[in-house]
Every structure is written in C-alpha cells, then in structure tokens.
C-alpha cells in the first residue's frame, strides 16, 4: 500500500495537475473525492481521459483545458488535495516552478499535495539500463532540435520537496513507489514513435536520418518480451503551512 493508499480522499476538493490519461483522476473519483478539478493543456487527453472515466464519477470531475501556471478560474486557498501525477518529468524547471507557485496558491491552509515522479534514470542501473538512457538522450535531442526544449527532465525527489519547502510546504513523507522503474519494449516503442514524428519536423536530411537510425538501432537491441530497469519512481507528499519554513 503506497503513502497516497493511506489518505483519506472522500469529500475531498481535489485537483489533478497533468490529467494525462487520467489514471490519477479516476483514482481520486473512485476513492471517493467530492470533485476532481482535471486539468490539462491537451485537449486529447482531456477527451481520452474522460470516455474513460466510469460514467458513475462523472458528476464528480470536471475536465478543464488550462495552463497549470496560471489558473484564474479558481480562488486563493480552495483546494483541499492537489496531485501531480507524472506531471514534472514533461515540464522544465522554469514552468515547474511557476506551476507549484500557481498549485501553492489555490490551496487551502493545510491542503496535501502528492508529487509521484521519475527520479533521473541513474538512480537504479544494470548493465542493460543504458539501452534506455540512450533512447531518451536522442528523444531529448530532436525534441530540443523541434521545441526548444527536450521531452523529459528527471528531477530528484531532493529537488522537488526542496522546491516545496521553498513555497511553504512541510514534507510529510518521501517513499518510493518503484524501486526500479520498469521499461516494456512497448514502452520504449511509444518513445521510438515520438522520435520519429519529432524527426518529420526536421529539415536536415542527413540528421533526420541519422537520429532515427540510431534510435531504431537502440530498440533493435531490446528483445521482445524484455523489460529492461532504469531509475526508481518515487511518491512525496506534503503538508501547506500558512508560514514559510526555513530549509
Ligand atoms: C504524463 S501526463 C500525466 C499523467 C496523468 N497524471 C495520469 O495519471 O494518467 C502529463 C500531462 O500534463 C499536461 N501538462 C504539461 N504541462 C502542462 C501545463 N503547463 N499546463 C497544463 N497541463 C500541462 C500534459 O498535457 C499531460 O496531459
């Protein structure tokens, strides 16, 4: 049973950062949350996110297009649960700040956040996790090439309850929920997938080609059925005080 297993979510006000594919959001329907404010900045996801949704929650959530910077709709400190669910490793620092700041705001005194996260990959090796840094170092570097910015960042667990601290959150309790991260062949797949629409976009011949060769060449690597382990993911959860605390 994880630490978020053990909260009692029922009647709660809760806000899902990143609704994803909203695997946080019916969890906090399911446990019984009064409501699930859901919030993402894809629309697909919204949409994917809701026709999965048990058609009994669904007076319980409202899905709700945003940016998680700036959430005008809702008022100072109503908000009595906020979770993060995946969301930083698809965020850089500046807007993960910006998004806790914003996430700060709109919870109540005493609200609970949960942040469950990816720590950086070296956090559990074996001498096959290469195979998968490899992977989302070229990831990054179309996506930086195409973006500006890379796909994924992994933060440290140190770095985010720090980050919480600083806002004026009391760190509750750090767990690992995985301690090691598992990644299917299908996993890496999907990721083999974002390479290559990414690559689409680059008008470089030679380093289109090149940058899917080398990815394909990494998966080519990687048996059918094999799961290879690479970083752990970790579950923090804490506590808003009306004071800042000293770190
Ligand atoms: C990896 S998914 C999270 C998975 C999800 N929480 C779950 O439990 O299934 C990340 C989500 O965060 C959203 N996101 C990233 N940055 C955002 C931002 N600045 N504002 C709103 N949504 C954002 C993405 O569009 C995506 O829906």
């Known amino acids: 049973m994880s630490a978020m297993d053990r909260l009692n979510i029922k009647g709660l006000i809760c806000l899902e950062a990143g609704t994803g594919a909203g695997h946080m959001t019916c969890y906090l329907a399911r446990r019984g949350a009064k409501l699930v404010y859901s919030i993402s900045n894809n ?36 908000i009595d649960l906020i979770t993060a669910h995946m969301l930083v490793n698809v965020v850089t620092p500046v807007d993960v700040f910006l998004i806790f700041k914003e996430l700060t705001r709109v919870a109540k005194n005493n609200a609970l956040i949960v942040v469950n996260d990816y720590n950086p990959l070296s956090s559990y090796q074996t001498e096959r996790s290469h195979i998968v840094e490899e992977l989302f170092r070229i990831e990054n570097a179309v996506y930086y090439l ?5 796909a994924l960042v992994w933060y ?27 990644w299917e062949k299908e996993l890496l797949e999907e990721h083999l997938e974002v390479i290559e629409n990414e690559c689409k976009k680059l008008r470089n011949e030679n380093l289109r080609r090149e940058m899917l060769s080398q990815a394909t060449e990494i998966l080519n ?11 752990t993911i970790y579950s923090i959860i804490a506590r808003r005080t009306r004071y800042k605390e000293t770190m």
């Open 43 to 78: 629309q697909e996801h919204l949409d994917c996110a809701r026709k999965e949704l048990p058609k009994k929650h669904i007076k319980n959530v409202r899905f709700i297009k945003a940016d998680l910077r700036r959430l005008d709709f809702l008022e100072d400190e109503t």
């Open 146 to 150: 195409t973006n500006g910015k890379p």
């Open 156 to 182: 440290p667990s140190e770095y985010i309850a720090d980050l919480l601290k600083l806002l004026g959150w009391r760190i509750e309790t750090i767990e690992l929920m995985y301690d090691k991260t598992p």
């Open 221 to 231: 690597q990687v048996d059918e059925d094999e799961t290879i382990y690479a970083g």
